[in-house]
């Protein structure tokens, strides 16, 4: 019993003591901000995406670039039960980013897909999709991103 006790007490100074963080927690090392960002299309996810790119907008020595974006969302029904009633879902989001960088203009288009069910309980089902479009808009901004930065 001592022996776990001292292990769970040696293994936090362990952690804390070799200067220890998270990749990607603080470091912004791009070479670009993010001057006007022109959003069109669904207003929630481009809510979503306006905040998840507000900490690229901080101008820095990198390029400027302006991005405009046109999204879209669609809630399809995927199968039905015998009676008629729809239990699965598909839902999609899409965006079309025009990303200019100086004299340069590039097109890049994401598409996330994801199935909901058809809860009884339409509270859990509006909260689940809601926290699964975040995740989807999410992977969207992150492939951005990571465009951006190939970008020459």
Do not use: H, R, W
Not at 16 to 24: A, E, K, V
Not at 99 to 124: Q, R, V
Not at 130 to 143: A, G, Q, V
């Amino acid at each position: 019993m001592k022996k776990y006790f001292y292990i769970f007490i040696f293994i936090p100074f362990l952690i804390l003591s070799c200067d220890y963080s998270p990749i990607y927690s603080s470091k912004n090392n791009y070479n670009f901000y993010i001057e006007k960002i022109e959003l069109s299309g669904d207003a929630e996810i481009n809510n979503i995406i306006s905040k998840k790119l507000k900490k690229y907008k901080k101008i820095n020595n990198g390029k400027k670039l302006t991005i405009k974006a046109s999204s879209s969302y669609s809630k399809i029904s995927q199968t039905k039960n015998l009676s008629g009633k729809t239990t699965n879902y598909l839902v999609i989001i899409k965006v079309i980013f025009q990303i200019k960088k100086g004299d340069k203009s590039e097109k890049f288009t994401s598409k996330e897909e994801f199935l909901i069910k058809n809860l009884d309980n339409k509270f859990n089902e509006i909260s689940l999709e809601k926290i699964k479009k975040e995740n989807s808009i999410d992977l969207i901004t992150n492939k951005l991103i990571i465009q951006i930065t190939q970008m020459q």
